[in-house]
Every structure is written in C-alpha cells, then in structure tokens.
C-alpha cells in the first residue's frame, strides 16, 4: 500500500490550518503522508489514496491515541517512519470568546489542553518509536510564541502546555540522539488559520515587525526542511516563525 521508495510522513491535524498545508508540501515533494485528525478525510484533498492513509484519532482520549498507533503500525508493516509532526493543537476561550487566564480556567479544561497539546505528542513519541528508529526519523512538535512570552489572545493552559511541549522536545532530543532520531519544534506566531482571534489584525500592526500574518504554507515549509537531509545536523532546536514577533 505505501510506496517502498519514498518517505512516510504522519502529520497530527491535518484536516484544516496549519496541518493542511504541511500535508500538501510533503506530498508535493513525493513523500508518503498519513494524516491524523478526528473528522474523516476530506473529500476536497487533491490525492484520492489519501482517503486509505488517513487514521481517524481523538488526541484527548489515551485510548483512542493506542489505537490509532495499532492502525498507523499496520498501515507501515514494518517498514520505518521517516517523520512526525505534531501539529494538533487546541486553544480554548472563555463563554464569550475571550482569553482564559489561569485563575478562570476550569480544571477539566486545563487538563484537556494538556492532552491534545502536550500528553498525545509524547504518546505517539512512545509508541511510534521503533517505526522511527526504523526509519532514523525526524519528530517535529508544533509549539507557539505563546511558549515562551505572555500573548493577548492565547490562554494559560494553551501556553502552559506548549512550553511543556518545547521542553519535551528538548528532553526527547537528548534522549533519542544515539538512535538517529531527530527531534525539533518550531513556534509560529500569527498564522492565518481559524485558531485566530478576533483583534489579531491590530496585535499584527503593534507587534510584529513585518506587519503581515503568516501564511500556513510558511511553517509548512520549514517543518519540511527540519524533517528533510537538509537538517541532518539539527536536533533539539526550535525555530521561531513570526514575522520577527519574538524580537
Ligand atoms: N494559527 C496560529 O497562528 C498558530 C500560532 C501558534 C501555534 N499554532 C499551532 O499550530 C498548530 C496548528 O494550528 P492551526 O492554527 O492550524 O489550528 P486549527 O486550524 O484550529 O487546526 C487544528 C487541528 O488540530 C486538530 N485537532 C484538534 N483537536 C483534536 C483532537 N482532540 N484530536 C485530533 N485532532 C485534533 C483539528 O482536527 P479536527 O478538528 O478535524 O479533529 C485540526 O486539524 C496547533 O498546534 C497550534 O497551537 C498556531
């Protein structure tokens, strides 16, 4: 079922946003991709096999994410992966739209931003790790500005669990340098996706030097270069992708 000759690619979120994008420039550059997201494949995809390497998954549920590996496991037959990206995110708001800080979160939320930002990469880390020891891959983990400044918009549990998210990528990159497994994050700023607030538009102006939002397809490329040859020597590192914003 997968090309023996190319690359296998799995991308977390891929239905929409950020992950899309990521999903089509691997595919355009000949790489095998299976995609990850609770919605079934959409049938605007520009490739008709992707529908057979799509693996239905609820990230905030540990079962859910065990049998999803069960499934991505038999789809690669013993063959290696060559990267992950973990790009699924979530980021609640408050009844009216608005941020949650810490002391408003419930707790329940507070859990649930963990799992899906936080707990479900270093689960798919786990049990896709022979896979990519097989495939000396590359693991790549979507973090965010909010990691590492206070942002307007974005809530507490949101940048608490993406600064979990950097360090974990730090700790797995120790870890896993010995087996050739690569392990980077990059942190997008204001990318035009619908994870967006309303009044990004005028944090834009203020805060980002280059005065424009992101587009999908720039991370998408450099996910791509982190998991490429070109960044065989990268590991452990973490490329801020925001117009300048974290200057
Ligand atoms: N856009 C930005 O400006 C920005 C900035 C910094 C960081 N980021 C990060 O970049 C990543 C992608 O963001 P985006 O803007 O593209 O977000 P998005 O448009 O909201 O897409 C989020 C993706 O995550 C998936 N997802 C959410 N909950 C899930 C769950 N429980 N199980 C499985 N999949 C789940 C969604 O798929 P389904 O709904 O189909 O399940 C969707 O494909 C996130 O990690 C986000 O934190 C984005």
Known sequence: MLDPEKPVVVVTGAS???GHSIVKHFYDQGWEVITMA???FSTQCPWAEGIIKHVRVDLS???SIREACEDLREKLNGRGLNALVNNAGISPK????NRLDATKTP??????VQHVNLIAPLMLAQELLEPLKIGKGSIVNVSSIAAHHVHQFAGAAYAVSKAGLSTLTRELAHELGETGIRVNAVAPGEIATSILSPGTDELVQTDVPMKRLGRPMEVAEVVYFLSSEHA???TGSEIHINGGQHI
């Open 16 to 18: 929409r946003g950020i």
């Open 38 to 40: 609770r919605t079934s």
């Open 61 to 63: 549920d540990k079962q």
């Open 94 to 97: 408050d009844e009216d739209g």
């Open 107 to 112: 707790i329940d939320t507070f859990l649930a």
């Open 232 to 234: 065989s020597y990268v």
